[in-house]
């Protein structure tokens, strides 16, 4: 007997994919998601470009986080150039990533994903119903645009950042008018924090190794140290002596796993797990008062851990607005060598690593570029596994839109790597 | 009353960056007092443009392979209706959703705002040309968005198919 629930594609998700969870018996046998958006191979075109155009070209695999792909590429360059950069120009990197996790967060967090605690299909369906909520949200992810346009110089794709810093450093009263706008967004974020520890979460738990950046004194965005809530504390040139990308046969993107163990999960619930004690103390209040402590075992609640996440890089941005000088010069200095080079940084969605090879010219010889989405792809086929006998009870409907939001828990870009949802879900002979 | 025309689209998809082209062009003419001329490539910050004050053109590309280069108004139940219009989505929220949202959580009148689409097929590659059928629509999709400021043009004739 196969049973098929058919569906067209999934919407608020980046991408295109299918599932299939196959039943022996009564008992789950195998989940596939499968990625059919055709591979892109930014990693063998970036071969024989010039270093400075990494930054630049990797921004391209994504519209969402292209700022994620920048500064990864920007200090893996720097990394292998022997480049180091101001606090200046550290800090105005902070910023503008915070632009970007703003942006990307309060759009997953308001506009396509808060809709399925509620049975919704979309966000105008909640703005009809709870209209301040979507306003929160449009409020919030406004000054993430307003973020990235003033220090990247447009709000998608920006073109303002290079490998050494910016090609020109905004003006304090450019960046000082900032200031009004995030705090507005970060009181109309407090303001819903109690709705949105409301929503219906379920029981479902599982046991994750979580993965993330540690830095030592900040929570994570472009520095620090690998860590696991299994053991695993190394620096991003060892990355890939304990994670490994491998090919299945069912998907166009690379699963990784950590060597000899499996999967892991990484983003918003993982860093929000290992650095809970980085949180900046409005963050910490702001957790409470959702009831997040660590460790947060269920996916579901990843939407609060951004919720976190957007009070915690709001704050810091009115922190950096605040104290901000113009770094001078606007980059560093950079001449090109040979030489490797690693890099990885927390985009919204998990971490996103970056090594380089490059000749005495300039010229990249070796990239690997390895997404969150796909670090995750491994931990959604487990969670949907592990969800799978209760999935099969369910009407087709149901059972579609269940599994749909059990994947947006991930918030996945699946273009990335990786539009989905086609779900199939057949019974074995 | 004050006008605004939004030009959104996304300059390196080749043809999805036709609304901002016709902005470009539009800035490129002596434009009437009262109207604000704007481009943008986030869909979804177009909620928050249109709690302004006055009326608002949206130009913007369509998905439709099969009339590339067709410059019409939306008709309001292409805009509004159950089965909206298809237009270039990023990540869930497009153009007619964030107007959808806007007129749901406008808290007096809702906005008034009429949308100028030109026809264009899936974009397949990053290039920042436009193809010759689309190209040529820059023109026409101009005068269309005049018209619409000085009320000569009538968004309901226009968005019949073939207008």
Redesign the interface.
Known sequence: MTRTIKVDFLTRVEGEGALIIRFKGKQPSSVELKIYEPPRFFEAFLRGRCAFEAPDITARICGICPIAYQMSACHAIEDALGVRVSPEIRALRRLLYAGEWVGSHALHVFMLHAPDFLGMNDALEVAKIHPEVVKAGLLVKKVGNLLVTALGGREIHPVNIKVGGFYRAPTVAEIGALAPEIEQALLALEGQLDWLAALPFGPFEREYEFVSLRHESEYPFCEGRIVSSGGVDVAIAEYESVFEEYQVPHSTALHSRIRERGAYLCGPLSRFNLNFDRLRPRAEAAARRLGLTPPVKNPYKSILARTVELVQVLDEALELVDRYRPPEPASAPCELCAGSGHGATEAPRGTLYHRFDIDENGAILTAKIVPPTSQNQASIEADLFAMATSLAELPPPEARRSAEHAVRNYDPCISCSTHFLDLRMEQEA | MTCHIVGVG?P?AGDDGVGLAVVERLRSLPLPAGLDVCSL??P??L??LLTRPGRTLVIDALLDSERVGEVRFLAPAELFGESRARAIS????DTL?AI??AR??AEREPPEVSVLTIAIGPPTK?CVELSGRVAEAIEPATQAALGWVLGSENPQRLGEPGG
């Open positions: 996304e390196t490539r986030d979804s910050a909620a928050g990023s990540h869930g929220v959703l959808a949202l749901a959580l990053f």
